[in-house]
């Protein structure tokens, strides 16, 4: 199975930014989407954005369009995500997540890192 590994996190005042990474063990069919989500205390699993290793395209949340950018590097197996202008309503664990679909739903994706926390001051 695909391991995922992500760092980056951080606490950062609201306005700020932060760059997370997420490095994948190897890239696969399984794995051709890489997708960010994030969990904030007594919420449920959000999406966040998602890239494809082949083509680079993305897909963001609207919460997060215009502030947040996906990118990746292919020969090092890594997903990037660069946030900016951060606000409060960010807080929470950012998972990096990988499928081998074009969705936004967490079931549909199978191979989860462990998390990484971020936390905006306001």
């Known amino acids: 199975q695909v391991q995922l590994v992500e760092s980056g996190g951080g606490l950062v005042q609201a306005g700020g930014s932060l760059r997370l990474s997420c490095a994948a063990s190897?890239?696969?069919?399984?794995?051709?989407?890489m997708a960010w989500f994030r969990q904030a205390p007594g919420k449920g699993r959000e999406f966040v954005g998602r890239i494809t290793w082949r083509s680079g395209s993305t897909y963001y949340a609207d919460s997060v369009m215009g502030r947040f950018t996906l990118s990746r590097d292919n020969a090092e197996n890594t997903v990037y995500l660069q946030m900016n202008s951060l606000k409060p309503e960010d807080t929470g664990v950012y998972y990096c997540a990988a499928s081998a679909w074009l969705l936004v739903d967490p079931s549909t994706f199978t191979s989860w890192g462990q998390g990484t926390q971020v936390t905006v001051s306001s």
């Open positions: 190897e890239r696969t069919f399984s794995t051709q989407v």
